[in-house]
């Protein structure tokens, strides 16, 4: 069965801060993980990693693949308020249509 | 920009009533995707359309039927709405197909409590 893994369930941390957030996942025909962004409504697209250990970079988020271990890590450096959101991770896999399989997210909360 | 448009926003149903929920993309993607979140469950899959003609069941289809109208449009219906399909439903779009890596693009979701 595929599965997608995400750790920690939630986590709360100081404004300026660094996180980590972790997904794992066993996926046959694996093509791509994503990562999405999700604050009140609908999730938004951050990254697509197709390639083992090449990190994909936007401002102060980062994410790399390992597709040996099978796992992705995203990092947010210098964490701010605006950075609370639900992260999800989800892989796209071999079929028709790309279909997604998701993990069941990371809520992050930034404090002041 | 549109992108993905999905009404009702919000819709309260009784048990065993009907209701169709809308969706329409306008970045010319060929594949759309109807899923449903639920609190510690994620998004789950239910119908999705690969291309315009084409449908195909997902994780949980139990209780819904899918039309793919045209290209832009793809709807989701609940012939006889039960409590456990309260949910909050997305629909999404991507340029995906056989040999082509492109993410889905989200609506702002439809919150339907079924009671």
């Known amino acids: 069965e595929d599965k997608v893994v995400q750790s920690p369930l939630s986590l709360v941390v100081h404004e300026g801060d660094t996180v980590t957030l972790n997904c794992s996942y066993e996926v046959t025909n694996f093509r791509s993980l994503l990562w999405y962004k999700q604050e009140k409504k609908a999730p938004t697209f951050l990254f697509m990693l197709t390639s083992s250990g090449i990190e994909k970079k936007s401002g102060r988020l980062s994410s790399i693949l390992d597709k040996k271990e099978l796992f992705s890590i995203l990092n947010i450096t210098a964490t701010q308020t605006g950075d609370s959101a639900v992260y999800l991770c989800a892989v796209i896999y071999t079929g028709t249509a790309s279909k997604l399989t998701f993990g069941t997210g990371t809520r992050l909360q930034v404090t002041l | 920009n549109a992108g993905v448009t999905q009404t009702p926003k919000f819709q309260v149903l009784k048990t065993g009533q009907s209701m169709t929920l809308q969706c329409a993309q306008d970045?010319?993607?060929?594949?759309m995707y109807w899923y449903r979140q639920d609190p510690g469950m994620g998004l789950r899959l239910i119908y999705y359309s690969a291309s315009e003609g084409t449908t195909d069941k997902g994780e949980v289809p139990n209780g819904y039927n899918v039309s793919r109208l045209n290209k832009r449009e793809f709807s989701l219906r609940l012939e006889s709405a039960a409590p456990s399909q309260t949910s909050v439903y997305f629909c999404?779009?991507?340029?995906?197909?056989?040999?082509?890596?492109?993410?889905?693009?989200f609506g702002d979701g439809t919150r339907l409590s079924i009671l």
């Open positions: 970045m010319n993607h060929n594949s």
């Open positions: 999404a779009s991507s340029e995906a197909g056989v040999r082509v890596n492109q993410p889905q693009h």
